[in-house]
């Protein structure tokens, strides 16, 4: 089971307050559920199983106007913002962790722009 930082002040966030619950609940399962580089492969019966309501790419990708979600290749979704909050903004190759994230980063075909993104 992969632990994780919470960002205890995205409940005071303007764009999260204005989310309806489904949708806050959405952004919570995709940030838990990503892998160790904040990719997540979608499964949306799961998705719509926990959430309790439908909810689908699209929802996803329009949350804060798409700026918390990117879909990239292999129909992957990346949380941005995710590694600088886990990790820091400056990888490692020294730290084994942080080796670790950049493997998947490359994997994903996203570890030379995923701070752009």
């Known amino acids: 089971m992969a632990k994780r930082f ?20 959405l952004v919570k399962f995709v940030r838990d559920k990503s892998d160790l580089s904040g990719v997540w492969s979608p499964n949306w019966i799961i998705a719509n199983a926990y959430i309790g309501e439908p909810v689908n790419e699209n929802d996803l990708l329009n949350i804060d106007n798409g700026n918390q979600f990117k879909k990239i290749a292999n129909n992957k979704i990346f949380c941005i913002g995710f590694v600088d909050f886990q990790y820091g903004s ?28």
Do not use: A
């Open 90 to 117: 400056e990888l490692s190759e020294k730290s084994p962790v942080h080796r670790k994230i950049i493997s998947l980063l490359q994997q994903h075909g996203i570890y030379e722009n995923y701070q752009k993104i």
């Open 6 to 25: 919470t960002d205890t002040e995205l409940w005071d966030k303007e764009w999260f307050m204005k989310l309806p619950c489904k949708l806050k609940c």
